[in-house]
């Protein structure tokens, strides 16, 4: 099993970057495809991207696309999202998730994914 903790989350202005963590524990990071998910109030949990296993392959959302950059650092096991030229529509609770590789198909599915942090919240001012 793996444990994921999300940090970084904060209040930032329209225009600007923040960039979200994910520390791993428990588990060997590396065999692991990860993805980074989030859900605004009133909302449905959505799919703001993901990366495999080595980071050969990485998917975005349409909305974050350009804006945001996906990366790990298997050694630290930690995953990242860098996030820039920010909305006041990409606020919400931020969620990293991980699935073992054997069994990840449809990345942007909340159903793919097995492990789930608790959340950081980015709030972006307008």
């Known amino acids: 099993q793996v444990q994921l903790v999300e940090s970084g989350g904060r209040l930032v202005q329209a225009g600007g970057s923040l960039r979200v963590t994910c520390a791993a524990s428990?588990?060997?990071?590396?065999?692991?495809?990860m993805g980074w998910f989030r859900q605004a109030p009133g909302k449905e949990r959505e799919f703001v991207a993901a990366?495999?296993?080595?980071?050969?392959?990485?998917y975005y959302a349409d909305s974050v696309k350009g804006r945001f950059t996906i990366s790990r650092d298997n050694a630290k096991k930690m995953m990242y999202l860098q996030m820039d030229n920010l909305k006041p529509e990409d606020t919400a609770a931020y969620y990293c998730?991980?699935?073992?590789?054997?069994?990840?198909?449809?990345?942007?599915?909340?159903?793919?994914?097995?492990?789930w942090g608790q959340g950081t919240q980015v709030t972006v001012s307008s």
């Open positions: 998730a991980a699935v073992h590789w054997s069994r990840w198909a449809r990345f942007a599915l909340t159903s793919t994914y097995n492990y």
């Open positions: 990366i495999n296993t080595i980071g050969s392959s990485i």
């Open positions: 428990g588990g060997t990071f590396s065999q692991y495809d």
